[in-house]
């Protein structure tokens, strides 16, 4: 059988590790959802706040800018400082940053409130991940955890949609910043009673420079793909996502030739590794433009609310949760390689059909369950960067596994998102206004609604063939990275 590395001495399994596998899953599905929920919640706080145009885009981004900016230095810090602290804490920071909304009544003060959450999930995500590394001793119960991690994850973006449009329905926009301080509250309290401490014996070195050049790098490419999708390349933007490659390799530079580096990218030199960011990667990226372009198919083609919108999203969610606890036990019985693959094009077979199903509901919801099943290459793709690090590296896999995450849902939305808006144009007859070249929405109750609508389910259809062959890819890449006698046993330190 194949082997990774020399194994870490295995440690006794923690005799609380489901309890604990509970609460990282229930605070991870609070972190996601809070992702999604601003989308439902962002119309109404426009109204009452008086958002501009640019205010909004700043409300949206600055939670993942802060999110992405600080992932390493973060996951670094809580290797030396111990991670349960740094999840605590970041439950402490989502909670006085959702009551804190309460006195918001400007624009920067909500901007602020979310790179607070941001900060909050960046705490939270890979800490996570870190623990249920040194939770769970045994392989085979360590890729089922972090299949479940997963499966929440992929229901957290679907269920957001649902819990925003029922609170908004009932409450003030406020609601769905407040529904996070009493899960927050208890979710301090279990963890602290519940999570054993976990800490790196070799914690990397925390310096100023390569702070900066993490930080800085991240945001500054996060930010400039985001405007990428949004405005198309211009010379600012190119050249701060050019600023932005640069700082990130010299950090990668500076990593290298540090023997404690704040992240281990000497884990990329392992193909298993790259496997699982490719898996990793791709269903991030894909669910993510699902859950987009879906939506907006529901509410502006369908004529959904938001709340029933949300509801008829969840298909995508019921497909992963159902998939992700059966991918160990099919991997075990196969081969990890197997069955990654073999989700991955599940996956594509989903995306294949939101291109050539029928554009109504009950077929759609069809193609949403597929896709759906797909995504439990999500979790056995976790399962797979987690297992090629030793405890000591848990941070540094718990900080790779966050920015595929992180970066699969912004190159997804930016990229596919504009192919979106390109076959709409393409697809309008001449001598639509402009309200209806600009958007869907701006088209909806016009003269042109109709074609408007037709045109969009053609660019819907695009995104699912696109996505299809995207997927089919990963999958062929994952096949040939992961070796053919590769075991949950050996993947996993």
Do not use: C
Request: glycine content about 10%.
């Amino acid at each position: 059988m194949t082997s990774l590395a020399p194994s870490a001495p295995r440690t006794a399994s923690d005799p609380r590790r489901w309890w604990a596998l509970a609460v990282l899953a229930a605070s991870l599905l609070v972190v996601v959802m809070d992702m999604t929920i601003l989308n439902v919640a962002l119309p109404a706080m426009t109204d009452e706040l008086g958002l501009g145009a640019v205010s909004q885009l700043w409300v949206v981004d600055a939670y993942a800018l802060a999110l992405a900016g600080l992932l390493v230095p973060v996951t670094a810090l809580a290797d030396r400082w111990g991670r349960k602290r740094m999840l605590v804490t970041g439950y402490a920071a989502f909670a006085v940053g959702s009551l804190a909304v309460l006195w918001a009544d400007s624009a920067a003060e909500v901007i602020a409130i979310r790179a607070l959450l941001g900060l909050g999930g960046a705490m939270v995500m890979p800490s996570t991940l870190s623990l249920i590394r040194s939770t769970f001793a045994d392989p085979r119960e360590r890729t089922l955890a972090l299949s479940v991690w997963g499966a929440t994850a992929a229901l957290g973006a679907a269920v957001g949609p649902v819990v925003g449009g029922a609170l908004l329905e009932a409450f003030s926009w406020h609601a769905a910043f407040l529904v996070n301080v009493p899960l927050m509250a208890v979710a301090i309290v279990a963890g602290l009673w519940i999570l054993r401490e976990s800490r790196s014996q070799r914690p990397g070195r925390i310096d100023v420079t390569g702070v900066l050049l993490s930080a800085g790098g991240m945001t500054a490419a996060v930010y400039a793909v985001k405007q990428l999708g949004k405005h198309g390349p211009t010379v600012a933007t190119l050249a701060l996502l050019a600023v932005g490659v640069a700082a990130l390799a010299l950090f990668v530079r500076r990593s290298l030739r540090s023997d404690r580096p704040m992240l281990d990218v000497r884990l990329f030199r392992q193909p298993v590794l790259r496997a699982g960011v490719v898996a990793a990667l791709a269903s991030s990226m894909l669910m993510a433009t699902v859950l987009f372009v879906g939506s907006q198919w529901l509410q502006l083609v369908e004529g959904m609310g938001p709340l029933r919108s949300g509801l008829a999203l969840l298909p995508l969610a019921v497909g992963a949760m159902v998939a992700s606890p059966f991918a160990p036990a099919l991997a075990e019985r196969t081969s990890p390689r197997l069955v990654l693959s073999a989700g991955l094009m599940v996956l594509a077979t989903g995306l294949a059909l939101v291109a050539v199903l029928p554009a109504t509901y009950p077929w759609v919801a069809v193609a949403f369950a597929v896709v759906g099943l797909g995504t439990s290459a999500l979790g056995l793709g976790s399962a797979l960067i987690m297992g090629t690090a030793t405890d000591d590296q848990a941070g540094s896999a718990a900080a790779i596994e966050e920015i595929t995450y992180e970066l699969g849902a912004v190159l997804g939305i930016t990229f596919l998102g504009s192919l979106v808006g390109a076959v709409y144009l393409a697809g309008l007859p001449d001598g639509v206004g402009a309200a209806a070249r600009e958007s869907l929405a701006g088209a909806t109750g016009g003269p042109w609604a109709g074609e408007a609508a037709d045109s969009f389910v053609v660019a819907f259809a695009s995104v699912g063939a696109v996505g299809a062959v995207g997927a089919a890819l990963a999958a062929y890449v994952v096949w040939r990275l992961v070796p053919a006698d590769l075991t949950l046993d050996d993947s996993q330190h």
